[in-house]
């Protein structure tokens, strides 16, 4: 029978927990790794989502409407009457 990794048994002690000092340390190491874009790649990128943000700001808009004027039509036409 072999054994699952759910059965095994951890082959090393718990690590344990980072110093704020050297936590420090290693954010800026990893920020240092970081490949941060150019001026026209992040006006390209800003373009790029705010175009987006405005296709689905109208696709909710019309979507919203859309149900609107539905529920209305039918509260106008099915409503209880006399009220």
């Known amino acids: 029978m072999t054994q699952t990794d759910a059965d095994a048994k951890p082959d090393k ?46 696709y909710v808009s019309l979507l919203d409407f859309a149900f609107g004027e539905a529920v209305t039509w039918l509260y106008s036409n099915f409503g209880r009457p006399g009220v």
């Open 13 to 58: 002690e718990p690590t344990r927990r980072t110093g704020p000092v050297t936590f420090t340390k290693q954010v800026v190491g990893e920020l240092r790794k970081v490949r941060w874009p150019t001026r026209k790649e992040l006006v390209t990128y800003t373009i790029v989502v705010l175009v987006f943000v405005v296709i689905v700001l109208a």
